[in-house]
């Protein structure tokens, strides 16, 4: 029965990380809720993602990486405290760090940060790793309306405008609230933006 959901899994994010590559957007679980999700390099698929959020808000969107290694390759002017705090954090934490590079342009807003979080969420991290770049993570609704927690709530409109839906047996156990959020300037300011 393991070995069945195991390979039931790896199935899952081999289309996952297939639809990713192709340029597409994917609605999918992660340890805090569900997220519309693309491959973050490519701005072609960014740009999906804004019109489908009805929103060119910048900020809205963070991208997930497997481990704290891969974010070194897409910030280079964080403080090296940040990475401190990402390996001693218990709960869900984004970090909005300094220097984004190697990432779509469309992504960095102006002040040339990135939001950052490593999830603690089996399907995530086996679909990071298998595309070997950073994901795109922004909730799952149209700018303005309620963060839907489980996939039961995400609209039609959202599920419809994606390529591919994972199957809602990989949600595993996520928290259901959105992640803390910390921002680190280059000189190792801290200022705490979400609880």
């Not at 999700?37 to 009805?54: P, Q």
């Not at 807003?109 to 595309?131: Q, S």
Request: aromatic share 4%; charged share 25%; glycine share 8%.
């Amino acid at each position: 029965m393991q070995k069945e959901k195991e390979n039931d899994m790896q199935h899952e994010v081999d289309e996952a990380v297939r639809i990713l590559r192709a340029g597409g957007v994917i609605l999918y679980p992660t340890d805090t809720v569900w997220g519309i999700g693309c491959d973050a390099t490519n701005a072609e698929a960014v740009d999906r993602i804004y019109r489908l959020k009805r929103s060119e808000n910048k900020k809205s969107m963070l991208v997930l990486c497997a481990s704290p290694d891969m974010t070194v390759r897409y910030v280079n002017k964080a403080p090296g405290i940040a990475f401190e705090v990402m390996e001693m954090a218990t709960n869900p934490l984004t970090l909005i760090l300094p220097g984004a590079v190697g990432v779509a342009a469309n992504l960095i807003p102006d002040e040339g940060t990135l939001g950052i979080r490593v999830p603690d969420h089996e399907f995530c991290r086996r679909m990071l790793r298998a595309l070997g770049c950073p994901i795109v993570s922004t909730s799952a609704n149209i700018s303005g309306e309620a963060t839907p927690v489980g996939l039961q709530e995400v609209s039609k409109e959202i599920i419809d405008g994606v390529d591919f839906v994972v199957n809602p047996r990989f949600e595993g156990k996520p928290t259901r609230k959105a992640s803390s959020i910390i921002a680190f300037g280059e000189g190792g300011e801290v200022k705490i933006i979400r609880e």
